[in-house]
């Protein structure tokens, strides 16, 4: 051994950190996501009696606000202890403080994916790939519009939350401090887009759009090192892709306010699983991340002054 260099016991070099005394991310990973099963199977029985007794359809939107509460819980409780117990941060670190600039960047990423999501429809319109079929308040009565377009939006700001701070929050900064930045942002993408692979519709060219989806919903990270920002653009592309203009999201049939049906070519179209799936999507991403660029444009200026 040479002079001055500390040689590390076997077991502490697989298991723990060699820059400070916790796991190594793999692990932290490892853990933080058995935590996340266990927590999901136990919580989950309780949403399985409620739909017996509340006799709720298994599509029921109504069941998927369950599911996203069991969610909440499961991935809030799972990444809060694995943060403050093996990463030895707290969970506000991962970008989810609250400061000066958290309303606007969610107002902004909501305004941001409105505007992608027009370009979408506009495309597929101006292509003649879509049939317009009218209006939800043409067939269905003012109050189960107004009911189902507020508990979409609930949904919506729940899934938003539940799978930026998974994502962008645990997996993406864990493996950052494990590998790097880069390899950070491609593997918690990748991940990402497995993590959709069950959904209806799905297939591995719906996982590649759910992955570039990833990188995009990442980069409003990489400029603000917050989650709000991220959270605003995942709860906007949700609500907007299907509320507003009608668009499967994900695989998911959502309470649509604008009817449609959708014939263009599915490479393009994504068919059932959504625009996500298809290559429509690539304008529209890149348009946004133009957008986040520019929107953060000032932040990152005032970092480059005050260092």
């Not at 079929?133 to 003012?142: C, P």
């Not at 209806?200 to 590649?208: E, I, R």
Request: net charge neutral; hydrophobic share 55%; proline share 4%.
């Amino acid at each position: 051994m040479e002079p001055g260099i500390e040689k590390r016991p076997f077991f502490r070099k697989i298991f723990l950190s060699a820059d400070e005394p916790r796991l190594r991310a793999g692990w932290r990973l490892l853990v933080q996501t058995l935590l996340l099963l266990v927590l999901s199977a136990c919580l989950a029985i309780p949403l399985g009696i409620s739909i017996l007794v509340m006799k709720l359809s298994i599509d029921s939107p109504w069941v998927m606000l369950l599911s996203q509460l069991v969610e909440l819980g499961a991935i809030g409780a799972s990444v809060f202890l694995a943060r403050h117990f093996l990463d030895r941060r707290s969970i506000t670190s991962l970008g989810t403080g609250l400061n000066r600039w958290t309303a606007l960047d969610l107002g902004i990423g909501f305004g941001i994916a409105l505007v992608m999501m027009a370009t979408v429809f506009l495309l597929q319109l101006a292509l003649d790939w879509i049939t317009f079929e009218g209006f939800a308040w043409q067939s269905d009565s003012i109050v189960d519009v107004l009911v189902n377009v507020v508990l979409f939006f609930v949904i919506f700001v729940l899934v938003g939350w539940n799978e930026e701070l998974l994502s962008r929050g645990y997996h993406l900064q864990t493996l950052a401090s494990g590998l790097n930045l880069a390899w950070g942002v491609m593997l918690s993408s990748a991940i990402f887009g497995i993590l959709h692979i069950f959904n209806p519709g799905a297939n591995w060219v719906s996982s590649l759009g759910i992955f570039f989806a990833g990188l995009f919903l990442a980069l409003g990270y990489l400029r603000t090192r917050q989650l709000w920002l991220p959270i605003g653009l995942h709860l906007g592309w949700n609500f907007c892709e299907g509320v507003l203009f009608g668009f499967p999201v994900s695989g998911l049939d959502i309470y649509p306010l604008i009817r449609i049906t959708v014939t263009g070519p599915e490479l393009w179209t994504g068919g059932r699983f959504g625009p996500e799936a298809g290559l429509i999507m690539l304008p529209a991403l890149a348009l946004g991340s133009l957008l986040i660029f520019v929107y953060t444009l000032s932040r990152q200026n005032q970092a480059s002054d005050q260092s």
